[in-house]
């Protein structure tokens, strides 16, 4: 079994920075995309950032510049920093990872973080 957990979140004063982590944890053999999403309430879960195992970053238009993701393959880690956070950056961050194991390769997601951004 697989686990995703998720640390950083909190609260934050608009212009203000944070950095979450996600550790993957469990029957690991490789790690290939690591992904983070979000969760306003109310809202739909939207995209925010990608990266694959060579590196390769992608973000969503509304945190291009502001928002970088990053990975530690030694530690199964993936991080968002989040810089010059906005109000509607208020959300639940997940991570998601699509893991190889012993019996192939599947998608989870962690629990979630809390952001929530003061204006």
């Known amino acids: 079994q697989v686990q995703l957990v998720e640390s950083g979140g909190g609260l934050v004063q608009a212009g203000g920075s944070l950095r979450l982590s996600c550790a993957a944890s469990g029957s690991i053999v490789s790690i290939s995309p690591m992904a983070w999403y979000r969760q306003a309430t109310g809202k739909q879960r939207e995209y925010v950032a990608r990266?694959?195992?060579?590196?390769?970053?992608y973000y969503a238009d509304p945190v291009k510049v502001r928002f970088t993701i990053s990975r530690d393959n030694a530690k199964n880690t993936v991080y968002l920093q989040m810089n010059s956070l906005k109000a509607e950056d208020t959300a639940v961050y997940y991570c998601?990872?699509?893991?190889?194991?012993?019996?192939?390769?599947?998608?989870?997601w962690g629990q979630g973080t809390q952001v929530t951004v003061s204006s």
């Open positions: 990266i694959n195992s060579g590196g390769t970053t």
């Open positions: 998601k990872a699509v893991v190889v194991g012993v019996g192939g390769a599947r998608e989870y």
